[in-house]
């Protein structure tokens, strides 16, 4: 199993922009899909964006779509989640998430989780 640890969390007014990272350690970053999810008070959480092994495949819940961008460097073991156009519905934990593939991820099938790191939008 990789370990994860999420940073880049913090508090932004509304229609800023934040960029989220995501360090693995302990495994072979490069043969895992990535992934981002969040989950806000009192709600459910909930898929925002995956990214293949190589980085040539994404996916992004309709929410967030157009608005965050998944990327990963393989030789920094690192997934970034760059977002923009920050709204106060963004607000939420963030987590990471690792697994066999981005089908496996957008489907919660996953390896390993992070531990999580708050953003929160100002309106």
């Known amino acids: 199993q990789v370990h994860l640890v999420e940073s880049g969390g913090g508090l932004v007014q509304a229609g800023g922009s934040l960029r989220l990272s995501c360090a693995a350690s302990?495994?072979?970053?490069?043969?895992?899909?990535m992934g981002w999810f969040r989950q806000a008070p009192g709600k459910e959480r909930e898929f925002v964006a995956t990214i293949s092994y190589n980085g040539a495949n994404t996916y992004y819940s309709d929410s967030v779509k157009g608005r965050f961008t998944i990327s990963r460097d393989n030789a920094k073991n690192t997934v970034y989640l760059q977002m923009n156009s920050l709204k106060p519905e963004d607000t939420a934990v963030y987590y990471c998430?690792?697994?066999?593939?981005?089908?496996?991820?957008?489907?919660?099938?996953?390896?390993?989780w992070g531990q999580g790191t708050q953003v929160t939008v100002s309106s």
């Open positions: 998430a690792s697994g066999s593939s981005s089908t496996a991820v957008r489907t919660e099938r996953v390896g390993s």
């Open positions: 302990g495994g072979t970053f490069s043969s895992y899909a």
